[in-house]
Nanobody
């Protein structure tokens, strides 16, 4: 069992930056692929970024590529999402997810554990 706790969300003006963190419980964090997803009101949950167990494999949604950076520190059981040049359309609840397995995937259904989410609001 893995428990995930996100932090770092908040209200920011367009063009600003935020750094989300996701702290995971358990001693096997390094064997999980991790992902960041987001869900805006009235929309389906979508992938933002994903990272394999070692950090060597990374995926970004086209809408955030070049603006967001996902990283992980296996020694600290934490995955990060650095968000820059934020836009109003980035407003959503952001979720951290963990998948049992080393390879990152982009489909929400293939993730086993989810955090409670953190709200990111970008004002214009």
């Amino acid at each position: 069992q893995v428990q995930l706790v996100e932090s770092g969300g908040g209200l920011v003006q367009a063009g600003g930056s935020l750094r989300l963190s996701c702290a995971a419980s358990g001693r096997t964090f390094g064997s999980y692929a991790m992902g960041w997803f987001r869900q805006a009101p009235g929309k389906e949950r979508e992938i933002v970024a994903a990272i394999g167990w070692s950090g060597g494999s990374i995926y970004y949604a086209s809408s955030v590529k070049g603006r967001f950076t996902i990283s992980r520190d296996n020694a600290k059981n934490t995955v990060y999402l650095q968000m820059t040049s934020l836009k109003p359309e980035d407003t959503a609840v952001y979720y951290c997810a963990a998948r049992s397995g080393l390879i990152m995937v982009v489909t929400p259904k293939r993730y086993d554990y989810w955090g409670q989410g953190t709200q990111v609001t970008v004002s214009s």
